[in-house]
């Protein structure tokens, strides 16, 4: 079993919030008009994310209790909202919410959901093993190191024992030859998200040992080709054998 330490408070990272780095390429420029997320993270995941999203919610049943942390525009949350599950989904963006929002209404499955704008760092405030299901697409990699371990390390504590983490995220590659095919595809995009937003963009570095450090039970990994995005399914340890 991995050891884990707590990292710092909610109050010290709230602090540091505004300092954080982005996630996705170019997911800056997307932001910023929340109507074209959706058909850009498309083109930037070549198209894979929907079915990333489809597997991952293939998890959820009816009736579950679920956190969508970083909705966005509601890719998972409307996924989960279909099967049935009651769904809580957060976000620090109004605008992406809004447009979640609208989607969640025009599929008449308002009752499933409620949007709330928080960011990870206050999950703090949520009570302990109330959820069956937390998920996260394309958020992770939004954060700063201590607001990452300290997003697991809640999302522990708010999951019910046996519980599911599911996520999708760009990860950064391992393997030699295709860290450096990722980053001669990459450098150029970094370039261009710098110049219009004046941010830098980054992938997640270990992700799956950061997850287990949260002494999750990972799974299911899932890869791209270039190995650079990633599909996990962790579960919180039950009082049972799982």
């Not at 997320?37 to 579950?64: A, C, E, P, W």
């Amino acid at each position: 079993m991995l050891s884990w330490s707590p990292p710092r408070s909610g109050l010290q990272l709230k602090n540091q919030f505004g300092e954080k780095m982005s996630t996705y390429v170019l997911m800056k420029i997307i932001e910023s008009a929340p109507s074209r997320y959706d058909r850009g993270i498309r083109l930037l995941t070549f198209g894979s994310v929907d079915k990333s999203y489809d597997r991952l919610t293939s998890h959820i049943q009816n009736g579950q209790q679920v956190l969508d942390i970083g909705c966005g525009t509601g890719a998972l949350t409307i996924r989960a909202a279909q099967k049935g599950a009651k769904i809580k989904a957060i976000d620090i963006n109004f605008q992406m919410m809004e447009i979640a929002q609208s989607q969640i209404d025009s599929a008449s499955l308002s009752d499933f959901v409620e949007f709330q704008e928080m960011s990870i760092v206050e999950l703090d405030a949520e009570p302990s093993e109330h959820y069956d299901v937390v998920m996260s697409g394309l958020c992770f990699s939004e954060l700063s190191d201590d607001e990452l371990n300290f997003g697991l390390f809640q999302t522990y504590r708010i999951l019910k024992p046996g519980g599911i983490l599911l996520i999708a995220d760009e990860v950064r590659p391992r393997n030699l030859l295709k860290k450096i095919f990722y980053w001669l595809i990459r450098l150029p995009m970094v370039v261009v998200t710098y110049i219009i937003t004046q941010t830098t963009t980054r992938a997640v570095s270990r992700l799956p040992e950061k997850v287990e450090r949260a002494n999750f039970i990972i799974k299911q990994i899932r890869l791209n080709k270039m190995g650079s995005f990633i599909e996990l399914v962790a579960r919180k340890k039950s009082a049972h054998k799982i």
